[in-house]
């Protein structure tokens, strides 16, 4: 599964998975086991603001700082999500 970055973020990896790049842009925010179950989901809109799809276990102190991390990196995100996925932003 592809990591956005080698680091956690609030105590959580933000990555995609192969299957998940048939959507726009996200980011799942799991542990280190990487799954999909209990994970966040955080869509990506264009000007880096963010839509949580699934909250998770993350409480409202990460959420918002998870958020404010996207916000600040995710032209660096798109850059990774691209090279697998020619789906861009979420447009919702």
């Not at 956690?8 to 048939?22: D, P, R």
């Not at 958020?67 to 090279?83: D, G, K, P, V």
Request: with cysteine; net charge positive.
């Amino acid at each position: 599964m592809p990591k956005y970055f080698a680091f956690k973020i609030y105590g959580y990896y933000l990555y995609f998975t192969s299957h998940c790049i048939v959507e726009a842009m996200h980011a799942h925010a799991s542990d280190s086991r990487l799954t999909e179950s209990c994970s966040a989901k955080f869509f990506v809109k264009p000007d880096g603001d963010t839509r949580v799809a699934d909250r998770g276990r993350l409480n409202d102190r990460e959420i918002k700082g998870i958020q404010a991390f996207i916000r600040l990196h995710y032209q660096e995100m798109y850059l990774r999500w691209s090279e697998m996925s020619e789906n861009g932003f979420y447009q919702g």
